[in-house]
Nanobody, 124 residues
């Protein structure tokens, strides 16, 4: 079993940056795809970014390309989401997730473990 805990969310202004962290316990994440998803109020949980176990095959949703960067430190069992040039439309609860089959997918159903989420609010 894997437990994921996100941190780093908060209230910022448009144009600011935040770095989210997701730390795992219970098992090494080195063989897992790690993903970030977000859910705005009243909307579905949507894909943001993913990194396969090797750190390659990185994917982003189009709206965050060039602004967000996913990275991982397998030695620390932690994955990060660096978010720059934040916009009000980035406001959401951000979740990290782990896929033990290492598919590198954008699909929620491929992920086996989820964190509780961290709130990111961007004011205009």
């Amino acid at each position: 079993q894997v437990q994921l805990v996100e941190s780093g969310g908060g209230l910022v202004q448009a144009g600011d940056s935040l770095r989210l962290s997701c730390t795992a316990s219970g098992r090494s994440l080195s063989a897992y795809t790690m993903g970030w998803f977000r859910q705005a109020p009243g909307k579905e949980r949507n894909f943001v970014a993913a990194s396969r176990s090797s750190g390659g095959s990185i994917k982003y949703t189009d709206s965050v390309k060039g602004r967000f960067t996913i990275s991982r430190d397998n030695a620390k069992n932690t994955v990060y989401l660096q978010m720059n040039s934040l916009k009000p439309e980035d406001t959401a609860v951000y979740y990290c997730a782990a896929d033990r089959e290492d598919w590198g997918s954008r699909e929620r159903y491929e992920y086996d473990y989820w964190g509780q989420g961290t709130q990111v609010t961007v004011s205009s």
